[in-house]
């Protein structure tokens, strides 16, 4: 599975990542660099995964316009990142992760931005696209968080509320548990809790 990723997606960064604490953060806003997984606390907000066994993490970081398509359309709408275990089992858990950096709520969720759609769209339009190119199973149930880094508060209710699709709908239709949330926990190969 590393390889295909390889292949299907030159334009990224990717690593692997052990520590306790794992961090990924988009510096494109802040100081117009890349999104980076790192094990080190950054000096900017992130989304956070404990990761206290620890396992050994693969990740794929995307860079801007990294998943094109041969049509009119040129790119397709992606997420930040992709994580999984080191093991590539096909039972292990994958994570994508989708971070907005609104500086308040009102921001987040102004419907001019439609910020929660969007962010669910490109979840859902990364995924697919990686199963069109037989990166992983297309029955493989992914996980996603959909992060607003600077917002401290727990925005999900309000989240769900100016979203047009629901999480048991995202579930349904595309295998994909999606969580918004700024956090994760790593538990096994096998389980994440988002």
């Known amino acids: 599975m590393i390889q295909k990723f390889k292949q299907t997606i030159p334009k990224q960064r990717n690593g692997v990542v052990s520590s306790t604490d794992i961090f990924i953060v988009d510096y494109k806003k802040h100081n117009g660099g890349n999104v980076e997984v790192v094990e080190i606390l950054p000096q900017i907000e992130h989304v956070y995964l404990n990761n206290s066994r620890p396992i050994e993490i693969q990740y794929f970081a995307f860079d801007d316009n990294a998943l094109t398509v041969a049509s009119e359309e040129g790119q397709v709408e992606h997420c930040e990142c992709v994580l999984f275990p080191t093991t590539c089992n096909d039972s292990d858990w994958m994570l994508l992760a989708e971070t907005k950096y609104s500086n308040d709520i009102s921001t987040a969720f102004n419907p001019k931005y439609g910020y929660p759609n969007k962010m669910i769209n490109q979840i859902i339009s990364t995924v697919n ?66």
Do not use: C, Q, W
């Not at 629901?166 to 190969?189: D, F, K, M, Q, Y």
């Open 129 to 194: 696209y990686l199963r069109m190119k037989e990166v992983f199973d297309e029955k493989k149930r992914v996980s996603a968080i959909l992060s607003f880094p600077k917002l401290a508060l727990d925005f999900s209710e309000t989240f769900y509320a100016m979203s047009d699709k629901t999480a048991e709908e995202i579930l349904l239709n595309h295998n994909i548990l999606i969580r918004p949330t700024n956090e994760g926990v790593v538990i096994s190969e096998k389980r994440i809790k988002i």
